[in-house]
DNA sequence: AGCGTTGGCCAACGAGCGTTGACATGCAGG
DNA sequence: CCTGCATGTCAACGCTCGTTGGCCAACGCT
């Protein structure tokens, strides 16, 4: 019974999950192979296919995005920047799994498309928020996902040196400005 | 003879090369296949071989990254941020090339070394003829990347319809004062 | 005209991939 | 005990990939 909330091949299972995820955080959709995601979690490519059916459907097991951003509404406006950069270090640090919905956005189409929906789903609801004109949210949540995507792909996917030498506290304190005047600056 | 300036093969040569260009731009390294790209250059794969050696000469051919920064010593102080803004505007719009070495970048840890390279060479002597204190200047620079390559990531590379709906003066505009305060402004 | 060189195509190779199905093993319930 | 099901192993499939080498046609030279 596939309901049943505690199987014997659990531990199997999460190892699955937990190799596909470093995988492909690490590697991207293309080179994160079922043999070497099997081969880490140390049991046979055919039992990947068994529990997740074929690769797509073990990606869709491995990420599902969720950034829990704070309330904003309940922030102090000006507090707004300076709330969201933090929270998102915080989320990309926690595990790698925002990485790898990255990489594999970049290469593979249906990731292009999951990471739209992220966008969408939860990152305009905070500009609409925040925003005092409706009309320029998507402009404001825009320039505020370009700046925030771009910490991500420099200092998590990347990793240029200069990127990530830098210390948590100093990224918020510049950061946070730039998102705050993004949101709720007068435009320029 | 290799060196020959003008060969009968040169019209082939090229066809490879703006095939290969648009396939890396577009697929990233693994899903470019030489096949696809010998398909659209309508010649033989083995054709790609015997010109360029392997897939990563064929790469590495492709792509020969230079940004072609604007002399920023010879500009007011005030303007840098506006003019970097802007050129990297221009030179990401010109052809594919930046997206592709973007793109492959991500999945291809040869690509992410050829990235770096270009960041050092040619993004960090721009700091250092801006900024005051040369113990800045990297700091500085990876939070002006961050930035330039995040605008170029959500626009050229996933092409999120919020940020590719935004005007080229709007971009420019907005981002200006951001990439200013990164080089110029008093850490906060 | 004859010949070497260059440009191009074709068929094939070995390897790795996702995926499948047959088969062994171990644990339950009667 | 035997039966049934979940779990895991193994070998193989069809496919696509990068890459190779042999073959033919077109050209430039003397």
New interface residues.
């Given amino acids: 019974m596939p309901v049943n909330p505690s199987r014997r091949s659990d531990a199997t299972r999460t190892a699955i999950l937990e190799a596909a995820r470093a995988r492909f955080a690490a ?2 959709y ?2 994160a192979t079922i043999r070497a995601i099997a081969r880490d979690a140390k049991i046979d490519p055919s039992m990947v296919m068994r529990y997740y059916g074929n690769k797509e459907g073990l990606f869709a097991a491995v990420v599902s995005p969720d950034l829990r951003l704070p309330d904003v509404a309940s922030l102090p406006r000006e507090e707004v920047g300076r709330a969201l950069v933090s929270h998102f270090l915080r989320m990309w640090e926690e595990n790698g799994e925002l990485t790898a919905i990255l ?1 594999v ?3 593979n189409p249906a990731g ?1 498309e999951r ?2 929906k992220v ?1 969408k789903d939860q990152l ?1 609801p905070v500009a609409e928020a925040v925003c005092p004109d409706p009309g320029q949210v ?2 404001r ?3 505020v ?7 991500a ?3 998590y ?7 990530t ?2 210390a948590r506290e ?1 990224i918020v ?3 946070a ?2 998102v705050q ?2 949101l709720t600056a007068a ?2």
Wanted: proline share 9%.
């Fill in positions: 590697d991207g293309e080179r990489r956005g970049v290469t292009a990471l739209q966008f305009l998507p402009e949540a825009a320039l996902v370009s700046q925030l995507l771009g910490l792909l420099t200092r996917v990347l990793r240029l040196p200069a990127v030498a830098l100093d304190a510049w950061l400005p730039t005047r993004y435009r320029p």
